[in-house]
């Protein structure tokens, strides 16, 4: 079955950037969606970012012009570039699959394990 691996969460200081990924393993896979799902403590998971392989990317009106969602096809491969963060950006960020094929076998929607990001001084 597929998994999705994420890496780049952290602390980093209000106006810092940083870059997260996440790369579905296997091969010869179809991904439809992929994208960012942030779930602060006491919080529902809600969405960041989203870009569909046909389609249009979307954001959070809250990180609209500070994130950049990007992917690599060939490599199901999915980034988010975060810069000028906040403190209100701290949460567990998720990376999220969806619709995805390989093979037989096909996946509604797929959730990575999460990564902590943390803004603060």
């Known amino acids: 079955h597929v998994q999705l691996v994420e890496s780049g969460g952290g602390l980093v200081q209000p106006g810092g950037s940083l870059r997260l990924s996440c790369a579905a393993d296997g091969s010869d896979m179809v991904i439809n969606d992929m994208g960012w799902y942030r779930q602060a403590p006491g919080n529902g998971r809600d969405l960041v970012a989203t870009t569909p392989l046909a389609g249009t990317t979307k954001y959070a009106s809250s990180v609209e012009g500070r994130f950049t969602i990007s992917r690599d096809i060939a490599r199901n491969t999915v980034f988010l570039q975060m810069n000028d963060l906040k403190p209100e950006d701290t949460a567990v960020y998720y990376c999220?699959?969806?619709?995805?094929?390989?093979?037989?076998?096909?996946?509604?929607?797929?959730w990575g394990q999460g990564t902590q990001v943390t803004v603060s001084s």
């Open positions: 999220h699959a969806g619709r995805v094929y390989v093979g037989n076998y096909y996946a509604e929607s797929l």
